[in-house]
T-cell receptor
Framework: EPEVTQTPSHQVTQMGQEVILRCVPISNHLYFYWYRQILGQKVEFLVSFYNNEISEKSEIFDDQFSVERPDGSNFTLKIRSTKLEDSAMYFC??????????FGPGTRLTVT | AQKITQTQPGMFVQEKEAVTLDCTYDTSDPSYGLFWYKQPSSGEMIFLIYQGSYDQQNATEGRYSLNFQKARKSANLVISASQLGDSAMYFCAMRVSLSNQGGKLIFGQGTELSVKP
């Protein structure tokens, strides 16, 4: 069964450093998403991406964040200068219609 | 504003019994989808069941069923014959604007289910 993959599974970084979280969505999917979940809280939408551009972004997704689909398979989330409050689980998701959205296993980001 | 509310932070159920996890939603969009996801302690998000706003019948997937009451704006998850492996966090989510540009999911706060042997 096809699945969304994410690397790394855990990333530790120092405050102020740049991080890139990587995702490989399911190959025939058209829509891609990033969500985050601060420990013990609900899952929050960050950004959606379709047809090589951002289709929607939340208030959380400020100028420190960017997304890219550098080739036909990868989908990346970059945080330019990490803050302590960026520590969270980051989920990538993809779908091809309005039905099930497939989530990756997540990347746990720890900012120290 | 679009919102999902899960009022039960934690629930207990005896193994083999049924349990209902509550979810209410708010949207003025006539076209939407409702989802339930399971998040075990390992952290991944596992899709359980989906209900579209125009679906006439309640969705079922194995031991999971969704009690969809449109007028009440509720979409409760019913798990029948609970198993120890059902112990996890459960999130209700909604997707609006079912357009050809996809649509974000809006999540509730979650309900932590514990199944007792």
């Amino acid at each position: 069964e096809p699945e969304v993959t994410q690397t790394p599974s855990h990333q530790v970084t120092q405050m102020g450093q740049e991080v890139i979280l990587r995702c490989v969505p399911i190959s025939n999917h058209l829509y891609f998403y990033w969500y985050r979940q601060i420990l013990g809280q609900k899952v929050e939408f960050l950004v959606s991406f379709y047809n090589n551009e951002i289709s929607e972004k939340s208030e959380i997704f400020d100028d420190q964040f960017s997304v890219e689909r550098p080739d036909g398979s990868n989908f990346t989330l970059k945080i330019r200068s990490t803050k302590l409050e960026d520590s969270a689980m980051y989920f990538c998701a993809s779908d091809r219609d309005s039905y099930e959205q497939y989530f990756g296993p997540g990347t746990r980001l720890t900012v120290t | 504003a679009q919102k999902i509310t899960q009022t039960q932070p934690g629930m207990f159920v005896q193994e083999k019994e049924a349990v209902t996890l509550d979810c209410t939603y708010d949207t003025s969009d006539p076209s939407y989808g409702l989802f339930w996801y399971k998040q075990p302690s390992s952290g991944e998000m596992i899709f359980l069941i989906y209900q579209g706003s125009y679906d006439q019948q309640n969705a079922t997937e194995g031991r999971y069923s969704l009690n969809f009451q449109k007028a009440r704006k509720s979409a409760n998850l019913v798990i029948s014959a609970s198993q120890l492996g059902d112990s996890a966090m459960y999130f209700c989510a909604m997707r609006v604007s079912l357009s050809n540009q996809g649509g974000k999911l809006i999540f509730g706060q979650g309900t932590e289910l514990s199944v007792k042997p």
